[in-house]
């Protein structure tokens, strides 16, 4: 009787395994995609040497005025000398200590986020949504606790651009969540008031809403009573933002099956704990791509409040590359500007791909 061996499994050939695999599998897997890779390679060889040339190589990055900028390439001696204007604005210097400890705390509240195995990060983010925007604001605005007043008009830089994106995340979120259920309530006025609402800031164009804010909404206050600027901006981005949010999460709500509506019923849930502990938690999951999206685009939407004299960290590099005493250094205050505007919206892109990841959001099977 023939007798049979089992033999060790032979490796996989190595074109299909390790680098060379993956390049096949990618890059050459087929006529176009090696067209592609090749016009790509091109484009590198092209342009990238003259970049990195000119971005590092022949930059210079010491001095302290125009004329330390002689190599011919970057002079991100201006972006150097010019940094804490970026960043904290016509905040006063003496006080920047201020500003310093609300970036840390803000950093505080978002880096646990990406680190899956640390602690108690559940109260840390609800910390974040609550106490840090209070706590912030106490330590920015100032006049109590023994610390100096100072005015919004002297906020600006980045400093100013977190604060309104931040505080504009925070607000439109819950606030989006009330519009998209009211929006499919059962209820007619509820319903009609939060769809008027939606509709009404969804067809105008931020740039008109913080007009408004700025120069209409001080016409129908009574008289000696006014806002101040920056709270007016918050305002018109919050409720601009938490119109598109409330769509978004409406969209949620709708790929909800109605057999989960019907569970909740069953298990006798009312209305708000069925929503709460069932239907909404499934529905946000669903729409996190979209609500990243929306974070997004609130914080390039930032930009617009220098049409109402606020200097963001835009603002900022506009007015800095018009100073007589630097000449053509528009495109480093804009390489800048963009690499700041990247780094943080790469960054949450990247955290709601990893928040994807973890809660399955896509159902896989």
Known sequence: MATFELKEALPPPS????????????????????????????????FLPPL???????????????????????????????LPFFTYGFYPEPERWRVNIGFI????????????????????????????????AILLSGGIFGLESVPTDKWGGLMLTLVLSYVGIVAALPIGVVLALGRRSQMPIVRMVCTTFIELWRGVPLISVLFMASVMLPLFLPEGVSFDKLLRALIGITMFQSAYMAEVIRGGLQAIPRGQYEAASALGLGYWRSMGLVILPQ???????????????????????????????????????????????????????????????????????ALERK???????
């Not at 299909?16 to 006529?31: D, E, F, K, M, V």
């Not at 200097?311 to 690499?339: C, H, M, R």
């Not at 809660?359 to 099977?365: D, E, I, P, V, Y």
């Open 283 to 353: 529905a946000l999951k669903l729409v996190i791509p979209g609500i990243v999206n929306t974070f997004i685009s609130l914080f390039k939407d930032t930009t617009l409040v220098l049409i109402i004299g606020l200097f963001d960290i835009l603002q900022t590099v506009n007015s800095s590359i018009v100073d007589p005493s630097w000449n053509n250094v528009a495109k480093e205050g804009y390489v800048f500007a963009a690499f700041s505007f990247w780094i943080f919206c790469f960054s949450m892109s990247r955290y709601s791909q």
């Open 52 to 82: 990195l040339d000119w971005a590092i190589f022949s930059a210079d990055f010491t001095g302290k005025t125009q004329d330390a900028c002689v190599s011919g390439g970057a002079c991100w001696t201006f972006i150097i000398n010019r």
């Open 105 to 136: 705390l803000l950093a505080a509240v978002i880096v646990p986020q990406f680190i899956k195995a640390f602690p108690a990060k559940q109260w840390i983010g609800l910390f974040g949504l609550t106490g840090l925007p209070i706590l912030v």
């Open 15 to 46: 074109s299909t395994a390790g680098p060379i695999g993956w390049i096949r599998a990618n890059l050459l897997s087929s006529p176009l995609n090696i067209v592609l890779t090749l016009l790509g390679v091109y484009l590198v060889i092209t």
């Open 359 to 365: 809660l399955h959001t896509g159902h896989k099977r």
